[in-house]
T-cell receptor, first 113, second 113 residues
């Protein structure tokens, strides 16, 4: 049973470009969460999705950031017009139930030049 | 404000020693509390999850306790090994917070051979 798969592991973008981060949850998991870990800071919640629905996006910046979890395929976190402050590790997690144990992926390290 | 605090920020012990990591939270209304370990450049591995109605959970050399009334949890590691070296994160799912885990900033543990 493969774990939560995130790709790419490392992503380098120049200011103004778009970043697309992908997450495939564990088999049988329909709840997906995105967290961000800024340098020298703890993990912060961004968004919670179920298939085709955004349930809670209260932790996601209102501009430039969007997330989706389509019926088929991985969850996507999209950051438009990236800035240096977006440089961070972005972690995806999934769970079988809404308040169940979370399983995390290895993260995507985004570096904005 | 619902927060999670971990003390100490860093801990170094000789191999074989038993140790305790501390986590405190500001609101006793929680669904559950989860302990993770994070290795450098990698994702989070779930160690133990304690439901609100439970007092402790055990897995191998690890034991986690929960005291909601005092807002505290401890992670006890018996007979520490160099392979235990990692950052240990405590995360709380507060009631009413939808599905957002609130993370502490972690304790960086080094076990010296």
């Amino acid at each position: 049973n493969a774990g939560v798969m995130q790709n790419p592991r490392h992503l380098v973008r120049r200011r103004g470009q778009e970043a697309r981060l992908r997450c495939s949850p564990m088999k049988g998991h329909s709840h997906v969460y995105w967290y961000r870990q800024l340098p020298e800071e703890g993990l912060k919640f961004m968004v919670y999705l179920q298939k085709e629905n955004i349930i809670d996006e209260s932790g996601m910046p209102k501009e430039r950031f969007s997330a989706e979890f389509p019926k088929e395929g991985p969850s996507i976190l999209r950051i438009q017009q990236v800035v240096r402050g977006d440089s961070a590790a972005y972690f995806c997690a999934s769970s079988r139930e809404a308040q169940g144990k979370l399983f995390f992926g290895s993260g995507t390290q985004l570096s904005v030049l | 404000k619902q927060e999670v605090t971990q003390i100490p920020a860093a801990l170094s012990v000789p191999e074989g020693e038993n140790l305790v990591l501390n986590c405190s939270f500001t609101d006793s209304a929680i669904y559950n509390l989860q302990w993770f370990r994070q290795d450098p450049g990698k994702g989070l591995t779930s160690l133990l999850l304690i439901q609100s109605s439970q007092r402790e959970q055990t897995s191998g050399r690890l034991n986690a306790s929960l005291d909601k009334s005092s807002g505290r949890s401890t992670l006890y590691i018996a007979a520490s090994q160099p392979g235990d070296s990692a950052t240990y994160l405590c995360a709380v799912l507060y009631s009413g917070s939808a599905r957002q885990l609130t993370f502490g900033s972690g304790t960086q543990l080094t076990v010296l051979p």
